[in-house]
């Protein structure tokens, strides 16, 4: 980090937050706080957009392809469906009824207590969330650049309340075009820098070619498997019910597209995230991909995660981590000799040459992963609470030791602005559901003038704020951070999915059936999620499969009850004629 990085990256942030600030100044009513005012379609869609970039995308999604190639995006085809159906059913009701959140539907379908469950499921998964999305790029930042990770995760925080509090619904829809350009920035200018510096004899194609021959080019895989997190079954069904659920029914997206200007500005606006949320997730993988062949040629650590490195070289196993550093280089260099041959004979199109090359690096690549897994057992064995699966920290070290100077602050730039932007959306959503489905239903103020929900919606922003401070303090990593996220909101999300299914397409189905239905369905869900990621021995679901699951359970168990109950209900009025 040179001065000139340092001034690029405060200078950008400081932009935006300022920026937030300036556009949102001077009084607003609680609908203009909320709701956000009249927003056009590009306004909504960049602000959706956005919320869902977080920094988790860009720094786990390259990550996710350096170490399993292009099959993630498969976990996006579900999104295009959901959006058509949100377009044409919810969007409607939810402009019809002049909605604040998308648990006000709920009360006016059902009852207090079905919207009151909904939004407190909401805030426990939505307050987790933030948390996370502050403490990924946080514990990343602070592993590479040898920061204190409490103080990253407190600037982080402050710089999002900061505009959060003073503009609303407004100042993170404002703030989120100028993220998102800022974001699309710099990842295009690393994918150009990427591909100038492969060898000289290895074009864009020659990479892609080499991709392949590792697998890290397999898009599509059709075979039908619960163990497989991303196939394109998970893909359709699972990931469409989550997709469903996130868009449909959680606030922090509900909230910005309905600050759209009218029903077609909604719409126009969702479905420009639709359009191009699959290709963007494709371009951020393609430079994972990108990353993994540029490694081919140039030295990479025996583990990413400069904590981890540190940790079992300054224990009693530093002397055998130092045997497996040097297989480790011993590995590189012939992979590198082998790497410029094969690239050579591509470029020739040699084809017995190329077989021989692709058969002798896998080789080598077999014997690169056998290594490194028993480096990562022996940092497990020095320290058991540091992190031994270094996905998320491929990028970050790519950025910090192969970028020009200037870029490395663009790049960081782009990470922190993408934990502001999602970040923004999360506690925005929070305090709104806090403020109108639980502070304004169940409190008495009748008296109270519109000034007075303007200020509680500050408050309960900044006390969101700190939660997800306090939270980000204290949560560790999984398998892979973006699989945290999608993790935690497939255990929720099913049940509250199903929950707003009956409301829109089954009338008959009464408030007391589905509010059982729903906390029945949510407890299973819940068992179902701990048993299968905690419990060695027992597999029942991966968690996209959650998501239908904790939908068609309470949308089933709503009817059985409902059926049940109509009978009873039956049986009773034909007694007393």
Same mark, same amino acid.
């Given at each position: 980090m040179e001065i000139?990085?340092w001034?690029i990256?405060?200078?950008?942030?400081?932009?935006?937050?300022l920026y937030?600030?300036y556009k949102?100044?001077g009084?607003q009513t609680s609908e203009e706080y909320?709701?956000?005012?009249d927003?056009?379609w590009w306004?909504?869609?960049?602000s959706?957009?956005?919320t869902?970039a977080?920094?988790?995308?860009?720094?786990?999604?390259?990550?996710?392809?350096y170490?399993?190639g292009?099959e993630?995006v498969?976990f996006?085809?579900?999104?295009?469906i959901a959006?058509?159906i949100?377009?044409?059913?919810?969007?409607p009701?939810?402009?019809k009824?002049?909605?604040? *959140?998308a648990?006000e539907?709920l009360?006016k379908?059902?009852d207090? @207590?079905?919207? $009151?469950?909904?939004? !407190?499921?909401f %805030?426990?998964?939505r307050g987790?969330?933030?948390?996370?999305?502050?403490?990924?790029?946080?514990?990343?930042?602070?592993?590479?650049l040898?920061w204190?990770l409490?103080y990253l995760?407190?600037?982080?925080?402050?710089?999002?309340?900061i505009?959060?509090?003073s503009?609303?619904?407004?100042?993170v829809?404002v703030t989120?075009?100028?993220?998102m350009?800022?974001?699309?920035?710099?990842m295009?200018?690393a994918f150009?820098?990427?591909?100038t510096?492969l060898?000289?004899n290895?074009t864009f194609?020659n990479a892609?070619t080499?991709?392949?021959?590792?697998?890290k080019?397999q898009?599509l895989d059709?075979?039908f498997s619960l163990d497989?997190?991303y196939n394109v079954?998970?893909?359709?069904f699972?990931?469409t019910?989550?997709?469903l659920?996130y868009?449909? *029914?959680?606030?922090?997206?509900?909230q910005r597209y309905l600050?759209? @200007?009218?029903? $077609?500005q909604?719409? !126009?606006g969702? %479905?420009?995230?639709?359009l191009l949320?699959?290709?963007?997730?494709f371009f951020?993988l393609?430079?994972g991909?990108?990353v993994?062949?540029?490694?081919?040629?140039n030295?990479?650590?025996?583990?990413?995660?400069?904590?981890?490195e540190?940790?079992?070289?300054?224990?009693?196993?530093?002397?055998?981590?130092?045997?497996l550093?040097?297989?480790h280089?011993?590995i590189?260099?012939?992979?590198?000799?082998?790497q410029k041959?094969?690239?050579?004979?591509?470029s020739?199109?040699?084809?017995?040459?190329?077989?021989?090359?692709?058969?002798a690096?896998?080789y080598?690549?077999?014997?690169?992963?056998?290594n490194?897994a028993n480096?990562?057992?022996?940092?497990?064995?020095?320290d058991s609470?540091?992190e031994?699966?270094d996905?998320?920290?491929?990028f970050?070290?790519f950025?910090?030791?192969?970028?020009p100077?200037?870029?490395i602050?663009l790049?960081l730039a782009?990470i922190?602005?993408a934990?502001?932007?999602s970040?923004?959306s999360?506690?925005?959503?929070l305090?709104s559901?806090?403020?109108v489905?639980i502070y304004k239903?169940f409190?008495?103020?009748?008296?109270?003038?519109?000034?007075?929900y303007v200020?509680m919606?500050?408050?309960?922003?900044l006390?969101?704020?700190?939660?997800?401070?306090?939270?980000?303090?204290?949560?560790?990593l999984?398998?892979?951070?973006?699989?945290?996220v999608?993790?935690l909101g497939s255990?929720f999300?099913?049940?509250?999915?199903?929950?707003f299914?009956?409301?829109f397409?089954?009338?008959?189905?009464?408030?007391n059936?589905?509010f059982?239905?729903?906390?029945?369905?949510?407890?299973i869900?819940?068992a179902c999620a701990?048993l299968?990621?905690f419990?060695?021995?027992?597999?029942?679901l991966?968690?996209?499969w959650l998501n239908p699951?904790?939908?068609?359970l309470t949308?089933?168990?709503?009817f059985?009850?409902s059926?049940i109950?109509?009978k009873?209900?039956s049986?009773?009025e034909f007694?007393n004629?």
């Amino acid at each position: 980090m040179e001065i000139v990085d340092w001034f690029i990256l405060v200078s950008t942030l400081a932009f935006i937050v300022l920026y937030g600030v300036y556009k949102t100044r001077g009084r607003q009513t609680s609908e203009e706080y909320i709701k956000g005012g009249d927003a056009r379609w590009w306004t909504v869609g960049l602000s959706v957009m956005a919320t869902q970039a977080s920094a988790i995308t860009f720094l786990s999604t390259p990550g996710q392809a350096y170490t399993d190639g292009l099959e993630f995006v498969q976990f996006y085809f579900g999104l295009p469906i959901a959006i058509i159906i949100i377009c044409v059913t919810f969007i409607p009701i939810y402009h019809k009824l002049k909605v604040y *959140t998308a648990y006000e539907f709920l009360e006016k379908r059902f009852d207090l @207590k079905t919207r $009151s469950l909904a939004s !407190i499921l909401f %805030l426990i998964q939505r307050g987790l969330a933030a948390g996370i999305t502050i403490y990924a790029p946080a514990i990343i930042l602070s592993a590479v650049l040898d920061w204190e990770l409490k103080y990253l995760n407190i600037i982080i925080g402050i710089l999002v309340i900061i505009y959060t509090v003073s503009g609303g619904t407004k100042a993170v829809n404002v703030t989120q075009k100028q993220q998102m350009i800022v974001i699309m920035a710099g990842m295009v200018t690393a994918f150009i820098l990427i591909v100038t510096q492969l060898p000289d004899n290895v074009t864009f194609d020659n990479a892609l070619t080499m991709a392949g021959s590792a697998d890290k080019m397999q898009i599509l895989d059709f075979d039908f498997s619960l163990d497989d997190r991303y196939n394109v079954w998970s893909a359709i069904f699972g990931a469409t019910f989550l997709m469903l659920s996130y868009f449909g *029914t959680d606030q922090s997206q509900v909230q910005r597209y309905l600050s759209g @200007k009218s029903v $077609s500005q909604m719409r !126009i606006g969702l %479905l420009f995230n639709g359009l191009l949320k699959v290709p963007m997730q494709f371009f951020i993988l393609m430079v994972g991909v990108l990353v993994f062949v540029f490694y081919q040629f140039n030295s990479t650590p025996l583990n990413f995660n400069p904590a981890a490195e540190k940790a079992v070289k300054e224990s009693a196993y530093a002397g055998q981590y130092s045997r497996l550093e040097s297989r480790h280089e011993e590995i590189l260099e012939e992979k590198q000799r082998v790497q410029k041959k094969y690239a050579t004979a591509i470029s020739t199109s040699a084809s017995e040459d190329i077989i021989n090359y692709e058969l002798a690096l896998d080789y080598l690549r077999k014997q690169e992963d056998e290594n490194r897994a028993n480096a990562r057992s022996l940092i497990e064995k020095a320290d058991s609470g540091i992190e031994t699966n270094d996905k998320d920290f491929v990028f970050i070290h790519f950025i910090l030791n192969h970028l020009p100077k200037g870029l490395i602050g663009l790049l960081l730039a782009v990470i922190l602005s993408a934990a502001m932007s999602s970040t923004a959306s999360e506690l925005n959503a929070l305090s709104s559901t806090t403020a109108v489905d639980i502070y304004k239903r169940f409190s008495k103020t009748e008296d109270k003038d519109d000034d007075h929900y303007v200020n509680m919606s500050k408050w309960f922003t900044l006390i969101w704020g700190v939660i997800a401070i306090f939270f980000a303090s204290f949560v560790s990593l999984f398998d892979n951070l973006i699989q945290l996220v999608n993790f935690l909101g497939s255990i929720f999300y099913g049940t509250i999915l199903g929950i707003f299914l009956v409301a829109f397409y089954f009338k008959k189905i009464k408030g007391n059936a589905i509010f059982i239905a729903a906390c029945i369905s949510q407890v299973i869900v819940a068992a179902c999620a701990i048993l299968h990621e905690f419990v060695e021995g027992i597999e029942i679901l991966p968690f996209l499969w959650l998501n239908p699951l904790g939908a068609c359970l309470t949308i089933g168990i709503a009817f059985i009850i409902s059926t049940i109950t109509h009978k009873d209900m039956s049986k009773f009025e034909f007694q007393n004629s």
